[in-house]
C-alpha cells in the first residue's frame, strides 16, 4: 500500500490538516506503520500536483487543511477495486535465507530455523498481546491490523515447521562428518528418527 | 521438599520412557520446566515430540521413569493413588480436545461433578458451577443437556469444569480442537483471564497463533526441550538462560 492512498482514505472522511492527517493515520494503523510529519506533507504536495487533493485556506492557527479531489476520489475507489498484486510485495529474504542455508557449507539449517520460530513466535506473542489490550468496539479496525500480522506471523512458524519437517526426511546426497554411522537403517522412518537424535 | 518458589508446577529432570530394551521409546528425556502463578507457557513441538507425555506428567495422569513432579510444591511421587486423585480433583484443571463431558448430566451438573465427587455439598457445588458458567459466558444454559449445546458451548463447559472452585493449575491439549477461530479465540480469551486472575497454565498447542497467547512458548524436539521464548522485552535474557 502507498502512503498515498492512506492518506486519500483519510481525506474522504472531510478535510484535514498535516498533523491530523498523520494522528488519523497512525491511529488506523494501531501505531503499527509510524509516519513522520515530513512523509506527509511530501505526500500532500505530490496528491496536489497530481490533482488528487487541493489545499483549503489556512486557519487562524495558521494551519491549512486539504480536501479530496473527485479525481481524488476515483483513484481511491480504483484502489479499493484492485487487488494488490502478490509481485509488488518485497521478496521474501527469509525464503532465500534458508535456500541459501541448505548449500552453504557449514551452516546448521536447523538452528536457522529454530532462531527463526523463536523470533517469529515472540512477535506472534506481542502482537496477541497488543489485540488483549484491545477489544473496545472502536479498535476494531487496529485488531484488523493486528490480526493481518497475526496471520502473517503464524504462516510463517507453519512454513518453518514445515521446512523442518522437510530436513528431517531429507536425505544429503554426500553425509556430513557427523552422520550415523552403520546403525542408520535404510528404512526412511528409521533414518529420520536417528537424524532427528543426532 | 519444597518445590522452587512460588511455583505452581515444577518438572524436574523428568523422563518418560515406555517398554524396555531397544524397544524403549524415550518420550521425555530429562526436562525441567517451571511455571509460576498468572504465567500460561505454551508447549510446541512436532508430533511425537512428547507434549501430550508431558502433559500427562504434569497432571498426575502419568507418572515419570526418572525425574520429580511438584504442583504446589508437593512431589506427586510421594502420594498414594488416593492422594494423587485428590489433588487432581481438587487442585488441576484439565481441557482437552476430547470434551468428556457426561450426556445425561445437563451442563451445570457436569461442572459441579468434580466437585461433589470430592465432598462439597450440593448446592454449593451446583452455585459454584454457575459461577464458572458465568464467567464463561453460559449463565443462562445450565441447565441444558450437551446435545443441547454447539460445540462451542460445549467447549466451554468444558472450560468452566476445568475451571470451577479453586483449581490452580490449567492443563490444556489443543483445547480449541475442530472450534472456528473466533470461537477458538474466545476460549483462549476465557483462559487468558484465568491465568491472570492468578492460577496458572500449560497450553499443549500446534497452532502459533494459540500459543500467542502464552507467556512464555517451550519447544520440545525428541522429548527434549530445545528452546523457549518470551514476548520482546525479556527475551535475550531467557534465550541466554536456555539450553540450547
Same mark, same amino acid.
Given at each position: 500500500?502507498?502512503?498515498?492512498?492512506?492518506?486519500?482514505?483519510?481525506?474522504?472522511?472531510?478535510?484535514?490538516?498535516?498533523? !491530523?492527517?498523520?494522528?488519523?493515520?497512525?491511529?488506523?494503523?494501531?501505531? +503499527?506503520?509510524?509516519?513522520?510529519?515530513? !512523509?506527509?506533507?511530501?505526500?500532500?504536495?505530490?496528491?496536489? *500536483?497530481?490533482?488528487?487533493? *487541493?489545499?483549503?485556506?489556512?486557519?487562524?492557527?495558521?494551519? *491549512?487543511?486539504?480536501?479530496?479531489?473527485?479525481?481524488?476520489?476515483?483513484?481511491?475507489?480504483?484502489?479499493?477495486? +484492485?487487488?494488490?498484486?502478490? +509481485?509488488?510485495?518485497?521478496?521474501?529474504?527469509?525464503?532465500?535465507?534458508?535456500?541459501?542455508?541448505?548449500?552453504?557449507?557449514?551452516?546448521?539449517?536447523?538452528?536457522?530455523? !529454530?532462531?527463526?520460530?523463536?523470533? +517469529?513466535?515472540?512477535?506472534? !506473542?506481542?502482537?496477541? *498481546?497488543?489485540?488483549?489490550?484491545?477489544?473496545?468496539?472502536?479498535?476494531?479496525?487496529?485488531?484488523?491490523?493486528?490480526?493481518?500480522?497475526?496471520?502473517?506471523?503464524?504462516?510463517?512458524?507453519?512454513?518453518?515447521?514445515?521446512?523442518?519437517?522437510?530436513?528431517?526426511?531429507?536425505?544429503?546426497?554426500?553425509?556430513?562428518?557427523?552422520?550415523?554411522?552403520?546403525?542408520?537403517?535404510?528404512?526412511?522412518?528409521?533414518?529420520?528418527?536417528?537424524?532427528?537424535?543426532? | 521438599?519444597?518445590?522452587?518458589?512460588?511455583?505452581? @508446577?515444577?518438572?524436574?529432570?523428568?523422563?518418560?520412557?515406555?517398554?524396555?530394551?531397544?524397544?524403549?521409546?524415550?518420550?521425555?528425556?530429562?526436562?525441567?520446566?517451571?511455571? %509460576?502463578?498468572?504465567?500460561?507457557?505454551?508447549?510446541?513441538?512436532?508430533?511425537?515430540?512428547?507434549?501430550?507425555?508431558?502433559?500427562?506428567?504434569?497432571?498426575?495422569?502419568? %507418572?515419570?521413569?526418572? &525425574?520429580?513432579?511438584?504442583?504446589?510444591?508437593?512431589?506427586? &511421587?510421594?502420594?498414594?493413588?488416593?492422594?494423587?486423585? =485428590?489433588?487432581?480433583? %481438587?487442585?488441576?484443571?484439565?481441557?482437552?480436545?476430547? #470434551?468428556?463431558?457426561?450426556?445425561?448430566?445437563?451442563? /451445570?451438573?457436569?461442572?459441579?461433578?468434580?466437585?461433589?465427587?470430592?465432598?462439597?455439598?450440593?448446592?454449593?457445588?451446583?452455585? #459454584?458451577?454457575?459461577? $464458572?458458567?458465568?464467567?464463561?459466558?453460559?449463565?443462562?444454559?445450565?441447565?441444558?443437556?450437551?446435545? =443441547?449445546?454447539?460445540?462451542? =458451548? =460445549?467447549?466451554?463447559?468444558?472450560?468452566?469444569?476445568? @475451571?470451577?472452585?479453586?483449581?490452580?493449575?490449567?492443563?490444556?491439549?489443543?483445547?480449541?480442537? $475442530?472450534?472456528?477461530?473466533?470461537?477458538?479465540?474466545? /476460549?483462549?480469551?476465557?483462559? %487468558?483471564?484465568?491465568?491472570? $486472575?492468578?492460577?496458572?497454565?500449560? @497450553?499443549?498447542?500446534?497452532?502459533?497463533?494459540?500459543?500467542?497467547?502464552?507467556?512464555?512458548?517451550?519447544?520440545?524436539?525428541?522429548?527434549?526441550? /530445545?528452546?523457549?521464548?518470551?514476548?520482546?522485552?525479556?527475551?535475550?535474557?531467557?534465550?541466554?538462560?536456555?539450553?540450547?
Amino acid at each position: 500500500m502507498s502512503i498515498r492512498h492512506g492518506l486519500l482514505a483519510l481525506l474522504e472522511r472531510g478535510q484535514m490538516y498535516g498533523y !491530523q492527517l498523520r494522528a488519523a493515520f497512525e491511529e488506523s494503523t494501531g501505531s +503499527t506503520w509510524p509516519l513522520n510529519i515530513g !512523509q506527509v506533507y511530501t505526500t500532500l504536495s505530490r496528491l496536489e *500536483r497530481d490533482g488528487l487533493v *487541493r489545499p483549503l485556506p489556512e486557519s487562524e492557527a495558521g494551519q *491549512r487543511p486539504y480536501e479530496i479531489t473527485d479525481a481524488g476520489r476515483a483513484d481511491l475507489a480504483l484502489w479499493f477495486a +484492485t487487488p494488490i498484486s502478490r +509481485t509488488d510485495r518485497p521478496r521474501d529474504e527469509l525464503a532465500i535465507k534458508l535456500a541459501l542455508a541448505l548449500t552453504t557449507p557449514g551452516v546448521d539449517v536447523r538452528s536457522v530455523v !529454530q532462531a527463526q520460530r523463536s523470533a +517469529t513466535m515472540r512477535a506472534l !506473542q506481542e502482537l496477541t *498481546r497488543l489485540k488483549y489490550g484491545s477489544d473496545r468496539p472502536e479498535d476494531l479496525p487496529w485488531r484488523l491490523v493486528l490480526d493481518s500480522m497475526v496471520f502473517q506471523a503464524e504462516a510463517e512458524v507453519r512454513w518453518l515447521d514445515h521446512c523442518e519437517t522437510s530436513l528431517v526426511r531429507h536425505r544429503p546426497s554426500v553425509p556430513p562428518p557427523s552422520a550415523p554411522g552403520p546403525r542408520a537403517a535404510p528404512d526412511a522412518a528409521r533414518w529420520a528418527d536417528e537424524e532427528a537424535r543426532r | 521438599m519444597s518445590g522452587s518458589d512460588d511455583a505452581v @508446577l515444577e518438572l524436574r529432570a523428568v523422563q518418560r520412557t515406555h517398554g524396555a530394551g531397544p524397544a524403549a521409546v524415550h518420550a521425555l528425556r530429562g526436562v525441567s520446566l517451571v511455571v %509460576r502463578p498468572g504465567e500460561l507457557v505454551a508447549v510446541m513441538g512436532p508430533s511425537g515430540s512428547g507434549k501430550s507425555t508431558l502433559l500427562a506428567l504434569a497432571g498426575g495422569l502419568d %507418572r515419570p521413569t526418572d &525425574g520429580e513432579v511438584l504442583i504446589e510444591g508437593q512431589p506427586l &511421587g510421594a502420594l498414594d493413588r488416593r492422594g494423587l486423585a =485428590q489433588l487432581r480433583r %481438587r487442585r488441576i484443571g484439565y481441557i482437552f480436545q476430547q #470434551l468428556n463431558l457426561l450426556g445425561s448430566l445437563s451442563a /451445570v451438573e457436569n461442572v459441579a461433578l468434580p466437585l461433589e465427587l470430592d465432598g462439597t455439598g450440593g448446592r454449593r457445588a451446583r452455585s #459454584l458451577a454457575m459461577a $464458572a458458567l458465568t464467567e464463561v459466558g453460559l449463565p443462562a444454559l445450565g441447565d441444558r443437556f450437551p446435545d =443441547q449445546l454447539s460445540g462451542g =458451548q =460445549q467447549q466451554r463447559v468444558a472450560i468452566a469444569r476445568a @475451571l470451577v472452585g479453586e483449581r490452580r493449575l490449567v492443563l490444556a491439549d489443543e483445547p480449541t480442537g $475442530a472450534l472456528d477461530s473466533q470461537t477458538g479465540e474466545a /476460549v483462549l480469551h476465557l483462559l %487468558r483471564r484465568r491465568i491472570d $486472575a492468578g492460577a496458572a497454565g500449560v @497450553l499443549v498447542t500446534h497452532e502459533a497463533r494459540h500459543a500467542g497467547w502464552a507467556d512464555r512458548v517451550v519447544f520440545l524436539r525428541d522429548g527434549v526441550l /530445545v528452546d523457549t521464548t518470551a514476548p520482546l522485552g525479556s527475551v535475550e535474557q531467557l534465550l541466554s538462560g536456555s539450553d540450547r
